[in-house]
Nanobody, 120 residues
Framework: QVQVAESGGGLVQPGGSLRLSCTASGSIFSIYPMGWYRQAPGKQRELVATISAGGRTNYADSVKGRFTISRDGDKNTVYLQMNSLKPEDTAVYYC??????????????WGQGTQVTVSP
């Protein structure tokens, strides 16, 4: 089985910073793209940032220059450093991972989500 666990959410003032972490665990053979998505109340889930196995990154226009995605392959972990946070960044942030388990085909997995609230 696979577990995808996020951490690092919380309440922060506008202009502040937070760092999210997401670790995949289990009988993992290989991990492919990893990413972060978010869903604000009443809105659809949207892409925030992704990072390929080779380190290529992609960002939503709304977070470019403020957020940085990175990964540690040895730890099966992806990070999202969020700076200059705005109230409109308030959402539940979800980790998404493409990976292959030992003796199983590749599949896509979601974490349970972590709340980020940006408010004075």
């Amino acid at each position: 089985q696979v577990q995808v666990a996020e951490s690092g959410g919380g309440l922060v003032q506008p202009g502040g910073s937070l760092r999210l972490s997401c670790t995949a665990s289990g009988s993992i053979f290989s991990i492919y793209p990893m990413g972060w998505y978010r869903q604000a109340p009443g809105k659809q889930r949207e892409l925030v940032a992704t990072i390929s196995a080779g380190g290529r990154t992609n960002y939503a226009d709304s977070v470019k220059g403020r957020f940085t995605i990175s990964r540690d392959g040895d730890k099966n972990t992806v990070y999202l450093q969020m700076n200059s946070l705005k109230p409109e960044d308030t959402a539940v942030y979800y980790c998404n991972v493409d990976l292959k388990l030992v003796k199983a085909p590749p599949n896509n997995y979601w974490g349970q989500g972590t709340q980020v609230t940006v408010s004075p």
